[in-house]
Nanobody, 124 residues
Framework: QVQLVESGGGSVQAGGSLRLSCAAS????????MGWFRQAPGKEREAVAG????????YYAGSVKGRFTISQDNAKNTVYLQMNSLKPEDTAMYFC?????????????????WGQGTQVTVSS
């Protein structure tokens, strides 16, 4: 059973930075592609960033491109989301997830495993 555990969320002021981490049980990153999603109260879950199993291909939602960076460390079984220049509209619960590679990275239904989420709150 794959388990994903996110950490690194918190409260920051607009313009600040946070780095989220997602630790996986077992070496899943060599066989799966990872993604970060977020969900604000009353809104649908939306894709934030995705990465290929080798880390060579990275994908971003337009709203975070240039501000967020996804990366992974296969040796540590951890995927990261570096978030800079945070805005109040980035406030949400952030989730990491694992999918079979080769499918649309931004579609939540393509993901088989999900973490429990970590809250990010950005104040103005």
């Amino acid at each position: 059973q794959v388990q994903l555990v996110e950490s690194g969320g918190g409260s920051v002021q607009a313009g600040g930075s946070l780095r989220l981490s997602c630790a996986a049980s077992g070496n899943i990153y060599s066989r799966n592609c990872m993604g970060w999603f977020r969900q604000a109260p009353g809104k649908e879950r939306e894709a934030v960033a995705g990465i290929s199993s080798g880390g060579s291909n990275k994908y971003y939602a337009g709203s975070v491109k240039g501000r967020f960076t996804i990366s992974q460390d296969n040796a540590k079984n951890t995927v990261y989301l570096q978030m800079n220049s945070l805005k109040p509209e980035d406030t949400a619960m952030y989730f990491c997830a694992a999918r079979t590679c080769g499918v649309n990275w931004a579609q939540p239904t393509h993901y088989n495993y999900w973490g429990q989420g970590t809250q990010v709150t950005v104040s103005s």
